[in-house]
């Protein structure tokens, strides 16, 4: 006996009762094609989450600063 031993039937009883959302199941859907692309290889589907993120152009915002002494009128 595993360590878990209701772990099976645990995992079984919250996938029958799952609500089924179109979303989630979309989500799901592309998560297991996305896994399959990979051959399940989490090293491959970390390099190319790298490589994606290199490509796009993403940048800080400035800082929003104030003048000195200023203070907000909430109060």
Do not use: V, W
């Amino acid at each position: 006996m595993g360590r878990y031993p209701n772990y099976e039937r645990a995992t079984a009883h919250r996938d029958r009762c799952r609500m089924k959302d179109p979303n989630n199941e979309e989500t799901r859907e592309y998560q297991a094609e996305h896994l399959r692309k990979f051959s399940f290889d989490l090293a491959a589907i970390c390099k190319a989450l790298k490589e994606q993120s290199r490509k796009l152009k993403a940048g800080r915002l400035p800082a929003n600063r104030t003048k000195p002494g200023s203070r907000s009128q909430t109060r």
